[in-house]
RNA sequence: CGGGACGUGGCUCAGCCUGGUAGAGCACUCGCUUGGGGUGCGAGGGGUCGGCAGUUCGAAUCUGCCCGUCCCGACCA
């Protein structure tokens, strides 16, 4: 039995000034964390003890579907040579050399290494399929770490990899993995959502984020509330209310139009005395080509054409060009491929790349803009707009594609649905994906089938950040004096609080009662510190543990109080009855989550 | 990487503008006191003022460079 006057459990009055979101306050005042450098920290003594527990209802839930290994974090070049992620990966993976000047990375994810071993070990497909996972600490270089825990250069995640034969058997995994997730989110009591996500540069074809809404969160989904429907803002589509468009002029025609001092779209509307609906905007990238094969890198030019009132969705346009980073154009990158200044660029009169980053421009329309018509476009020239303009009459491109962020309050792209899209903050705690052969392939793993021919066993990839529960947990159950976790990740189940300890009477009852619990399995902390009742109230109420008993001035009557956190709610209960209650206020805390999870 | 802020005992901060003894609260140690929501009183210990260089008789304070941390953006399985 752990007795807190034996313990380091150093809590702090004030939240450090460089702590913003409510999760890393607490993290820090609760005495779970300390901050070694910038996205690096320690867990101390409840922080590590709720890792721990996290990772415990990870490791049995995936138990059921897969088998645990544990990889080295420090990795040799050749695989990711071999997969061609060396390079890929950037600044953002931890690099260094050996003694022999050999390179070698931290591991920011395994699907080389566990690839590597799939490649050497896997010979039939009587041996698949198999599910492998690990818990174990990545590396990565992250440009901004912040937010405590949330996004940090050093973390623990477990991730598991699915090598089947064939797509059904990749759907089996992917399901497998999408239910027992559900499990562990639910058992670690996070109310959460899983959305339709984009699998940015892993590749690879069904991606699903598990989220917890939150305002520290840095993701935005787009859900709507009567159907169901949630997407990651980078993937999420909308159902767009038709446009009244304006009547033509003159014979119909492009028609240059002078439009002095209008380089924004409000007053290019204000000028034509129309929506910025119907309106063509322009952003103009420059678009990094990752080289393939040692050749070296390329930027290319890029326009993306959307209806004015609409915002380009970088990650959607990278991913319709196949480009690996964007930035805007600088004014003599404007000048070389429109011949015009920002604010008056247009798509009339381009001759758009037949492929996407070939020499020329790669001109890109978003798909609100098919079938419309009689629209005003820049004309490529200061001052002067084009209006009567129709896509596809007057300008080509290079490909439609949907490039654009919903807005909340369109409507949900389910057919039949007549819900309004919210849209909202949201942490990432997981990630499942169908990977598909980009890895199995390129790094040459084969096994035979039952005909004896050879093939390429197809992957997915599935991650849980364990750090993020943790953070996730507490910013979704926090208040001025604290927060509090479910039974499952506490660092403690319940604090016996002895309210004097200088009443010999009440000291031998706090031990007693402790005593009682521990017998039983229940993970108690006595608290046992000369301390005021007060200043123990308080700790307790800080550092998550969800329930509490006092031992006061009513133990003389054998009564003592169970105090739920949550709730800030208190109960009488006869000694003899505690162990009793306590486990059905734990079950009932487990159901809680249960239930309002059910999503 | 672009923009911004900050760096002074363990923590939160004042002092800097206008150069001259390094301060407060919390925490810590000792004594007394108190004992159901961070008890009160007293006495103590603890800081090369992020680093380096410069200006100056003298730098926490002024100047330059560097380092670190945080925030916004970019970035991000």
Not at 98 to 106: I, P, S, T, W, Y
Not at 110 to 128: N, P
Not at 220 to 227: D, G, N, R
């Amino acid at each position: 039995m752990h007795r807190w006057s034996k313990l380091f459990i150093p809590t702090l009055r004030e939240a450090p000034a460089d702590a913003e979101v409510a999760s890393h306050k607490y993290l820090v005042r609760a005495g779970y964390i300390r901050q070694l450098a910038a996205g690096i920290y320690s867990f101390l003594f409840f922080g590590h003890r709720s890792m721990l527990k996290i990772a415990n209802v990870v490791r049995e839930e995936m138990d059921t579907i897969g088998q645990e290994f544990f990889l080295p974090a420090l990795l040799p070049r050749e695989p990711w040579d071999q997969s061609g992620r060396w390079t890929v990966m950037g600044d953002n993976m931890f690099r260094l050399k050996d003694r022999k000047g050999a390179d070698l990375c931290l591991g920011m994810t395994h699907e080389e290494i566990m690839t590597t071993i799939a490649r050497s070990e896997l010979r039939s497909y009587k041996q698949l399929p198999q599910i492998w996972y690990q818990i174990q600490t990545k590396f990565r270089d992250e440009p901004r770490p912040k937010s405590g825990l949330l996004r940090v250069r050093q973390f623990t995640m477990k991730d598991s990899y699915s090598f089947d034969i064939d797509k059904a058997g990749l759907d089996k995994s992917f399901d497998l993995h999408d239910a027992v997730y559900r499990k562990i989110f639910t058992r670690c009591g996070l109310k959460f959502v899983a959305v339709e996500a984009d699998s940015g540069s892993m590749g690879g074809s069904q991606s699903q984020e598990f989220m917890v809404y939150t305002d520290a969160g840095e993701d935005l989904i787009a859900s709507c509330p009567v159907c169901g429907y949630a997407a990651n803002l980078e993937k999420a589509i909308s159902t767009l209310e038709p446009v009244t468009e304006m009547e033509a002029t003159g014979d119909g025609k492009p028609e240059l139009v002078s439009t002095p001092n209008c380089a924004a779209i409000a007053d290019v509307a204000a000028f034509f005395k129309m929506s910025p609906a119907s309106d063509i905007k322009c952003v103009a990238y420059m678009a990094l080509e990752r080289g393939q094969k040692g050749e070296p890198d390329s930027w290319q030019g890029v326009a993306a054409f959307l209806r004015g009132d609409h915002q380009v969705n970088e990650t959607k346009l990278l991913s319709a060009i196949g480009a690996a980073e964007l930035r805007t154009m600088v004014a003599e990158e404007l000048e070389k491929y429109f011949k015009g200044p920002a604010g008056y660029l247009g798509p009339v009169g381009l001759t758009p790349d037949a492929k996407p980053l070939g020499a020329g421009l790669t001109v890109v329309v978003d798909k609100a803009l098919e079938g419309r018509e009689n629209m005003v476009c820049g004309a490529n020239q200061k001052d002067y707009h084009q209006r009567n303009v129709v896509p596809g009459r007057d300008f080509s491109w290079t490909l439609a594609a949907d490039i654009r962020s919903v807005n909340e309050g369109e409507n949900c792209p389910t057919s039949s649905c007549a819900g309004k899209l919210v849209v909202g903050k949201a942490v990432e705690i997981g990630h499942i994906f169908k990977l598909g052969y980009k890895y199995s392939e390129s790094m040459g793993a084969r096994v035979l089938d039952e005909n004896g021919k050879e093939i390429t066993p197809i992957m997915g990839s599935y991650g849980i950040g364990i750090e993020r529960i943790l953070t996730a947990a507490i910013e979704q159950s926090n208040d001025a004096n604290g927060f509090w976790l479910p039974a499952s990740i506490a660092p403690f189940t319940v604090v016996v609080t002895i309210t004097n300890m200088t009443d010999a009477a009440l000291r031998e009852t706090g031990e007693k009662v402790a005593a009682q619990l521990d017998a039983a399995g229940i993970d108690v902390l006595l608290d046992d510190r000369d301390e005021r009742a007060g200043v123990k109230f308080k700790d307790a109420d800080l550092v998550g543990i969800p329930f509490r008993i006092n031992v006061g001035k009513k133990a003389a009557a054998g009564v003592v109080e169970l105090v739920t956190r949550a709730t800030a709610t208190s109960v009488d209960v006869p000694i003899a009855d505690t162990l009793a209650l306590v486990k059905e206020r734990v079950q009932e805390d487990y159901l809680l989550t249960n239930l309002a999870d059910a999503e």
